[in-house]
């Protein structure tokens, strides 16, 4: 199975701040690594697919890159309601694995 | 507007069975592949199983291969995770979800989850 890993697993900013998630593959998944944000008590909610595509009705702040083994999500200008927590999760082959997720908290 | 609406959750003892259903509107659902996710309380996400648009394809995680079977309803809208043996490690938040269109591997609505506990 594809082990999926992200860094940091938490981390505080500022709104304003640029934010960086990374999520590492333990194989080759190509650019099959898409991105979801997750706030206490909802569902998840895909913000990124296909590595860097962004899904459709999400703000242009969040972007993704990478592919390969290395990935990362960007958040130019964190918001209050950006506050959550992301989880990466490959979509190369099944089983389809997820990270273990960050925590944007705010500082 | 898509929505997916889970139902079935509930406490059983280890070794026992749920059936729990995912309603679907908003969207042609005999079009699309379905996913279920499990978070487990204060945890992260696991994938759980996958079945194509016509059912030509059915894939399990390994936790829970042999025990769990999905299926759909397409006259219904429904989609459908058999549970049994179940075991307290099954206990989690059980989410339906949609593979994306042209991408069924990214999940792209979710349903607002039902709640599995696995005690004696």
């Known amino acids: 199975d594809i082990q999926m890993t992200q860094s940091p697993s938490s981390l505080s900013a500022s709104v304003g701040d640029r934010v960086t998630i990374t999520c590492r593959a333990s194989?080759?998944?190509?650019?099959?690594l898409n991105w979801y944000q997750q706030k206490p008590g909802k569902a998840p909610k895909l913000l990124i697919y296909?590595?860097?595509s962004l899904q459709s009705g999400v703000p242009s702040r969040f972007s993704g890159s990478g592919s390969g083994t290395h990935f990362t999500l960007t958040i130019s200008s964190l918001q209050p309601e950006d506050f959550a927590t992301y989880y990466c999760?490959?979509?190369?082959?099944?089983?389809?694995?997820f990270g273990g997720g960050a925590r944007v908290e705010i500082k | 507007q898509v929505q997916l609406v889970e139902s079935g959750g509930g406490v059983v003892q280890p070794g026992g069975s749920l059936r729990l259903s995912c309603a679907a509107s908003?969207?042609?659902?005999?079009?699309?592949?379905m996913h279920w996710v499990r978070q487990a309380p204060g945890k992260g996400l696991e994938w759980v199983a996958f079945?194509?648009?016509?059912?030509?394809?059915?894939y399990f995680a390994d936790s829970v291969k042999g025990r769990f079977t999905i299926s759909r309803d397409s006259s219904k809208s429904t989609l459908f995770l058999q549970m049994n043996s179940l075991r307290t490690e099954d206990a989690a938040i059980y989410f339906c979800?949609?593979?994306?269109?042209?991408?069924?591997?990214?999940?792209?609505?979710w349903g607002q989850g039902t709640l599995v506990s696995v005690s004696s």
């Open positions: 908003g969207f042609t659902f005999s079009n699309y592949d």
């Open positions: 296909s590595a860097s």
């Open positions: 999760q490959h979509s190369y082959e099944t089983p389809l694995t």
């Open positions: 079945i194509r648009y016509d059912e030509t394809a059915k």
């Open positions: 194989q080759y998944i190509n650019n099959f």
């Open positions: 979800a949609r593979g994306r269109e042209g991408y069924s591997y990214a999940f792209d609505y």
